[in-house]
């Protein structure tokens, strides 16, 4: 059911609310040193390898969904292999990689349709692209084209929010998140933004990329009924930053506002990209689910949370 502008307003200040009760210092000073003092320890920490098996194409009727690591995930289904934001690089401007990117070699040279949400480095990362085979079909949001279009891809595809395209038994449709599009550092062009929608013949899985929360997850859920939503829980400290990016609280909220069956977070125990610890993220969905009851493999919704590289096989519904 979508939800009313009203009802959609006073879930947003509820959540304002709740999240005063956890925010720590927002003196610019104290957030600067702790978030300098996670990145030195991250220098000296190095990062973990991580050993990902290779995900058999599943039987039909069903799809997989692979974390990755930070917003990269692998959809695979009986046709296609569809892959997330890519990002393999094991240190981004410096700042070193807790765990390195989970997935194996031949899943990768496997990919047929690669998803970018939007420009920001650490989701267009032309380094991580020219990994993958040139036969992939590329979906970006729109003016994104001139970024990627050097890297020799057969087919890019720019998708406006409500657009589709299709690659074997994927379709995939763009949808509006509340994101900035510019690329940062030195480059302030405005591009859009968007999440998809993953339509397959098994699961229709909600992807977020990057966004902040706002009504429109009513829509996309009252619109496509997506069975997985994978939705981001990091880069929410200091508050202002919950503008484009989600918190736990949030993501949950969001989670419920789409009528998924599952959420599987993303985004988070890669890099230390804002200013809450690595750990924290995780921590406080952890606690959030066993208090909403969300961890029972068998409960109508839970939450999925994988570890970089691990894999979550899922059936279509009844």
Known sequence: MSLAPAGAAERARELDFEHRKHERSAWPMVLSMRYLGTALRRLGAGTTPVRAAPVARPAPGSASITFVGHATTMITTP????LTDPLFENSFYGIRRAKAAGIARTDLADVGLVLVTHAHRDHLSPVSLARISRKAVLVVPPHCTRLVRGLGFAEVVELDPGRSTTLADVEVTAVPVRHSGTRGLGDYVRRGACGYVVRTPGICAYVAGDTGYFSGFAEIGRRFRPDVALLPISGYEPAVFREEHLSPLDAVYAFEDLGARVLIPTSYGS???????????????????RERNLVRPDAEHRIAILDHGETVHLRVRA
């Open 79 to 82: 046709g296609a292999r569809v």
């Open 271 to 289: 890099f230390p990209l804002s200013y809450e610890d690595l750990d924290a993220p995780l921590a406080w969905l952890r606690r959030l689910a």
